[in-house]
C-alpha cells in the first residue's frame, strides 16, 4: 500500500530536550514536505525538499532542522523545543510528474512540549 | 501574511443542502488552486484542483469555480452528505510547486 508513514503519532516532551519526528515514503517520490496545523492558522509549511541533499525552507522554519539523505526518509528534528512548538505535524510526498500530482499526506504527529 | 484567506472557519449545513466555501489570493504569480479534505486523526487528502485557465471545475458533487480577475476560488458541495463531515482547505502554488499555501481550513458538519 502506498503510504506516507510517520512516528511517533504521539509525542509529550520538555523544553529544551531534541527529539527527531520521522517520516518514511514508499512511493519513491522526489518531493517530501514537513507542515504544522494550529488551530485558526491551517496548515503551515516547515521545510521541503525537492529531492536527495536538496532542502529548502517554508514559512515557518525557525526552531527546525531536517534532512534528506536517502530518497524515501526526511527527518523533522527539534535541537531545542519550545512550547510554541505543541502543534500537530504533517509529513507530504509528491511525485514530480506535473503539476497535478497531488501531496499525499501521513497521518501526522502530535507534539506537546511542556 | 496570509496568502490565502479562507472562509468561513465553520459551517453547519443540513444534508441534501449546498455547501460553499470561500478563498481568496494575492499573490498573482499562483497557478495552482487544490483543496484537500481532511477527517479527524488523518492527513489531508486531495479532493480535487483547478488552473486558472478554467473557470469551473467538476468532479460528481463537488465544484470549483475560480475568478481569476476576483483572484477568489470557491469549493461547492452539492447534496451535502453527513460523511462529508470534514475539514476544507484551500490551497495556492506556483513555478515549481515546491511551496503550497494553505488556507486557514473550514470545518464542515452535514446534520441530518
Known amino acids: 500500500e502506498a503510504q506516507v508513514t510517520q512516528n511517533p503519532r504521539y509525542l509529550i516532551t520538555v523544553t529544551g530536550k531534541k527529539l527527531t519526528v520521522t517520516c518514511s515514503q514508499n512511493?519513491?517520490?522526489?518531493?517530501m514536505s514537513w507542515y504544522r496545523q494550529d488551530p485558526g492558522l491551517g496548515l503551515r509549511q516547515i521545510y521541503y525538499s525537492m529531492n536527495v541533499e536538496v532542502t529548502d525552507k517554508g514559512d515557518v522554519p525557525e526552531g527546525y532542522k531536517v534532512s534528506r539523505k536517502e530518497k524515501r526518509n526526511f527527518p523533522l528534528i527539534l535541537e531545542s523545543p519550545s512550547p510554541n512548538q505543541t502543534s500537530l505535524y504533517f509529513c507530504a510526498s509528491r511525485a514530480e510528474t506535473g503539476f497535478n500530482s497531488p501531496l499525499h499526506f501521513g497521518n501526522g504527529t502530535r507534539l506537546t512540549v511542556t | 501574511q496570509q496568502q490565502v484567506k479562507q472562509s468561513p472557519q465553520s459551517l453547519i449545513v443540513q444534508k441534501g443542502g449546498i455547501s460553499i466555501i470561500n478563498c481568496a489570493y494575492e499573490n498573482t504569480a499562483f497557478d495552482y488552486f487544490p483543496w484537500y479534505q481532511q477527517f479527524p486523526g488523518k492527513g489531508p487528502a486531495l479532493l480535487i484542483a483547478i488552473r486558472p485557465d478554467v473557470s469551473e471545475k467538476k468532479e460528481g458533487r463537488f465544484t470549483i469555480s475560480f475568478n481569476k480577475s476576483a483572484k477568489q476560488f470557491s469549493l461547492h458541495i452539492m447534496d451535502s452528505q453527513p460523511g462529508d463531515s470534514a475539514t476544507y482547505f484551500c490551497?495556492?502554488?506556483?513555478?515549481?510547486?515546491?511551496?503550497?499555501?494553505f488556507g486557514i481550513g473550514t470545518k464542515l458538519q452535514v446534520i441530518p
Open positions: 512511493m519513491n517520490h522526489e518531493y
Open positions: 490551497a495556492a502554488s506556483s513555478g515549481g510547486y515546491q511551496k503550497v499555501t
